[in-house]
DNA sequence: GTGGTCTAGACCACC
DNA sequence: GTGGTCTAGACCACA
């Protein structure tokens, strides 16, 4: 967690528990981590992990049980997924192509750098399986 | 100005006059409207202009003269595409792409979008030169 | 602080948490004080020691953590150092040695004098001791 | 002149005309430059240069012949020794002592480099008069 | 006219 | 509790 950051903890640790399920990671129905326990993991206190939680049940990506804790939601991929593509597209895209139009930068540019993480991506996951 | 923007409207206002530099609206050393102007003309008060135009004289990208006003920085673009660049490869480009990939989004539909905005802005810029 | 000098006050405040930081009385890690109890403390408005305290992180002396409060960085006291030095030789002494020709004020009595200070300086430490 | 200094422009004027006195390039009861032809020499604007030939009229370093021109008064360079000999032993004397003790620099090198000053003086007053 | 500083007081998000 | 932002209004020095 980025303490200097302009972004909330408690975002911070949202994002950070929407990318496990996102690359499935955690699965439906898997208990996540206490609160107790990520806190200690993240260096953070247990109140600000509480928070990203009661943020998250709050959107139905987890739910809780009483005395058991907290699991993903049936559904949660794609409750992640549509948040994160309305975003994604009203938001970041069109910032995107105005920096790209002011700051007199190719699109061709844009695909190479692309194709370039595609392979470092792969690469690294042929070797995490290995 | 957005006032629900999450963002700060002096950062805002910032971001106003970058633009207009990186347009060449204003070219430098060209004269900038003074505090009381630009206050008036964004609704704003002017502590909140002045922080503004503290910020970017701090970045170098404007610059005072006493009782004169403020000013262009000789390479003003320069220093703000600097800045931008840096953000767009190091921070927007990453979250670009780690999006492509957890939303499952081709990246054929980013440059089918990107097209439609050229030509949209194209016509736009036509528009106003009639 | 001192309400008529030329210096602006938040110069001041800023100054003031130097000398604390290069007397090690706050050390590298430590909390300093919330903005609203310096504000008590040196009996001026709590925007004042913001910007005071904003001016400090700009310049890497103190950090801020979201929530919790400001902190003197790691290398604090190198980097006041390096600018007072800075100041030091590039302007200060020069200043001096002008004054000392210009004015016919022989070397020597410099001397004289700083030796008194060192004296005196030493004095109240003993008596601070005790 | 520097615009962007924190002291005020005509300050750095008077400065700038107490300078020439105290080298004695200006002497007692010579006429001084006329307040348009040094406001053009130092690329100011006139208002500037008289604001500072009235501040140097009431501390009695200069006086006016009306239609004739502003002259160096009998006892300038007492004057200005005075008020700067003040400055230097209440203001910047202290000063540098408190900065060599917080800096750890020691009085010897102050020392050096005076000698070292002293020597590129006289040795750039040689080449002048050749 | 220009910027620069300061105050008082408000509201907000965050930990 | 912490900082961060904004407003309204004041006063000052400077060009």
């Known amino acids: 967690m980025n303490f200097n950051d302009k972004q909330a903890i408690y975002l911070q640790i949202a994002d ?3 990318d496990k399920i996102l690359t499935a990671e955690w ?3 898997d208990k996540i981590p206490s609160v107790r326990d990520l806190a200690i993991e993240l260096q953070v206190n247990p109140n600000t992990v509480m928070r990203a939680y009661e ?6 990506v987890i739910y809780n049980k009483r ?26 895209l069109p910032q995107l192509f105005k920096n790209l139009e002011l700051l007199n930068i190719g699109f061709g540019e844009i ?6 993480y595609l392979k470092s991506s792969e690469k690294q996951q042929n070797e995490n399986k290995q």
């Open 16 to 18: 950070y528990v929407c």
């Open 111 to 116: 695909q190479i750098r692309f194709d370039n």
């Open 27 to 29: 699965r439906p129905e």
């Open 67 to 92: 005395g058991i804790g907290h699991h993903v939601a049936p559904d949660a991929k794609g409750v992640i997924s549509g948040f994160r593509k309305q975003l994604f597209f009203e938001n970041e």
């Open 55 to 60: 943020y998250l049940q709050q959107l139905e």
